[in-house]
């Protein structure tokens, strides 16, 4: 059994043409647009592809530039994102979008941690992919995919973990292709090297990986903790008439931030029935109580229709609700 070479390694050879023969065919791919790969990159964070492919066509048909962008009103860019969630999301594309105007296009990982809302991962895929920068890409798959092939044993979601792996990772980075080697990594993570039962026998880099050779890959990676999910019951006055429902516009920070949603309220109102839906965030697991009142209930500034509504970006939840109870 070999041991996974260092730099510029068959590894990398083997893995990108596995890569040229069955990675996935995606449209921003083979790209040279900076505007349209970092777009796809900030828009596939915590989403699916297949879920956020149609948002990557639709800002790039509607707002075909990065002035566009930077120029369009903020609501513009919400409507554009409605329905994707995690709307802070769509308030730091908007103000990188900005940022990248005023700055120009970054050069290296350093710079890309300059832009609002690129993290890590992301400056290491847009430094790989745009810059030619051997630096990786470490998002859960590919910490999973690296501490199989090292046989990493010790919780991955420790500082001293994410620090050997983002050193074994970094040693292996090729010269050549350090963007597609990164791609290649997620199509590994995403087709074969899967959470549970990681398809090795089809795996093309497998004589090189030490897990499946010590028998440990299905176990790996280990965690410490499962975070806390706090359970919470909120309650909402709702209004509704002539097809339009009573809305407030959320405060600048905190949950669903500048976004329009019903009244919220303290507690449950007397004597109302609610309708119940509930809602996984993050760290949250929410029910929702929908309380039925009349317009004069609360003080409702803004009167939307729900394709209003949404045009202006739902939050999730409220979509569920609307959807549950047949509103929409
Ligand atoms: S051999 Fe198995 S565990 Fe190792 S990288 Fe390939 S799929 Fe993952």
Redesign the pocket.
């Known amino acids: 059994m070999k041991h996974l070479p260092t730099q510029n390694s068959a590894v990398a050879q083997i893995l990108l043409a596995w890569y040229d023969q069955q990675g996935r065919s995606l449209p921003w791919r083979g790209l040279r647009n900076p505007y349209a790969i970092w777009l796809s990159e900030i828009i596939l964070q915590q989403t699916r592809v297949e879920q956020g492919l149609p948002y990557w066509q639709r800002f790039l048909r509607e707002l075909p530039t990065l002035d566009d962008l930077a120029r369009a009103e903020p609501e513009v860019v919400k409507g554009l994102w409605s329905g994707l969630g995690y709307y802070r999301r769509a308030d730091l594309l908007h103000r990188a979008a900005k940022h990248l105007v005023e700055h120009g296009w970054p050069s290296g990982y350093e710079m890309w941690r300059g832009v609002p809302g690129v993290g890590p991962y992301t400056a290491g895929a847009l430094a790989s992919i745009l810059d030619g920068e051997p630096v990786p890409a470490l998002d859960g798959n590919a910490y999973?995919?690296y501490a199989?092939?090292s046989d990493w044993r010790s919780p991955i979601d420790s500082a001293a973990s994410k620090a050997f792996i983002a050193e074994f990772a970094g040693a292996r980075m090729p010269a050549q292709r350090p963007g597609d080697f990164n791609q290649a990594i997620m199509d590994?993570?995403q087709a074969?090297?899967?959470p549970r039962k990681?398809?090795?026998p089809?795996?093309?880099?497998?004589d090189?990986?030490?897990?499946?050779q010590n028998g440990s890959?299905?176990g790996?990676p280990t965690k410490v903790r499962n975070p806390k999910v706090r359970a919470e019951s909120w309650h909402f006055a709702v209004a509704h008439k002539d097809g339009q429902f009573g809305l407030v516009q959320r405060p600048a920070s905190g949950i669903w931030s500048g976004l329009f949603a019903p009244v919220q309220l303290d507690s449950a109102p007397n004597g109302l029935e609610p309708e119940v839906v509930t809602h996984r965030l993050s760290h949250r697991a929410l029910t929702l109580n929908m309380y039925r009142v009349s317009e004069g209930f609360a003080d409702f500034t803004h009167w939307m229709t729900p394709e209003e509504w949404r045009s202006r970006g739902m939050p999730q939840a409220f979509v569920h609700w609307m959807t549950k109870f047949t509103y929409i």
């Open positions: 999973r995919v199989r092939l590994l993570a074969l090297c899967v990681p398809r090795c089809s795996c093309p880099i497998s090189f990986c030490l897990a499946r890959a299905e790996l």
